[in-house]
């Protein structure tokens, strides 16, 4: 595709539930970020996925949160038994490779209610 | 922590101005230094770049000053223009590697 895609893009779930935020990069990119953005907060990096090595987990917040990438392409966010301060943006971006410019999705806007 | 501070959280400007925004850092081993504008509803997108070997760069109008000695950084905008509105993140990483942003300056430029 032309970007990095993001699905949902809303997202309202009741406090309790799980969700799983999709991201698919740009083709040929081997980084893969997740990032989340709170309102009038700057952007707090989540994790962070290169070709075959092991992820770099070291931003979730809490063990209710994964990421997984499956086949080098795509990218999967879990967050389990949501809670109401997990409601924020996530964004995703993706770059060809260390060393140059991330490109950012549109992100998925989660709500918990 | 944050390990970038961004001022001002908010600024607005008059068409043809000069808009003015400033980040500083503490972790020395930083050796990247993009700015990020993003309108409401989409993601950030890369607006330029400077690393600490050179002081200063220009691309149209915006420029990025850096002090190395200060650990400070700032993004011009000149000429100032209605579709420059944005929120804009400075950030910095080692090797371009997990970006620290700034919490953003919100621009608004009045025609």
């Known amino acids: 595709g032309a970007g990095v895609s993001q699905s949902p893009s809303n997202k309202v779930t009741e406090k309790g539930k799980d969700v799983e935020l999709r991201c698919d990069p740009i083709?040929?990119?081997?980084?893969l970020y997740w990032y989340r953005q709170s309102l009038g907060q700057g952007l707090e990096f989540l994790i962070y996925f290169q070709g075959n090595s092991a992820p770099d987990k070291s931003g979730l917040p809490s063990d209710r949160f994964s990421a997984e990438r499956t086949g080098g392409s795509v990218s999967t966010l879990t967050i389990q038994r949501t809670q109401q301060e997990d409601s924020a943006v996530y964004l995703c971006a993706s770059s060809r490779q260390d060393n140059s410019p991330l490109h950012f999705g549109n992100g998925t806007r989660l709500t918990v209610t | 922590q944050q390990q970038v501070k961004q001022s001002p959280q908010s600024l607005i400007v008059q068409k043809g101005g000069i808009s003015i925004i400033n980040c500083a850092y503490e972790n020395t081993a930083f050796d990247y230094f993009p700015w990020y504008q993003q309108f409401p509803g989409k993601g950030p997108a890369l607006l330029i770049a400077i690393r600490p070997d050179v002081s200063e760069k220009k691309e149209g109008r915006f420029t990025i000053s850096f002090n190395k000695s200060a650990k400070q950084f700032s993004l011009h905008i000149m000429d100032s223009q209605p579709g420059d509105s944005a929120t804009y993140f400075c950030a910095a990483s080692i090797n371009d590697y997990k970006l620290s942003f700034g919490a953003g300056t919100t621009v608004t430029v009045r025609a």
């Open positions: 083709s040929g990119h081997t980084a």
